[in-house]
């Protein structure tokens, strides 16, 4: 299942978050997301201190508690999300159900 998550960082903590963050590295990273939670892709918005992400997990709770390891320093909304291939699928469903029906 994937996720889309977006941030904006709280005013107070803009530097601390950029600070912090330019100093992890990519092993860093991951373990901060733990096994369960893999990243298709990270976007910033470094003026507006916000962003958007999309990973991939099976497990909404990881997904969850990785959120909170950021919670002090930003706002995060977690939203699951479809690719393309799966949209249409679902698309083709209502179409064939419709004419069926």
Known sequence: MKFMLTWRVHDA???NALAGFSQMTAADDAADMGSNIKLIGRWHDVAAFTGVAIYETDDAAAMAKW???WNSIMDCTV???LDDEETRA????RVKAAQAG
């Open 13 to 15: 903590q803009r530097q």
């Open 67 to 69: 959120a909170l390891n």
């Open 79 to 81: 939203t699951p999300v």
């Open 90 to 93: 679902i698309g083709l469903e």
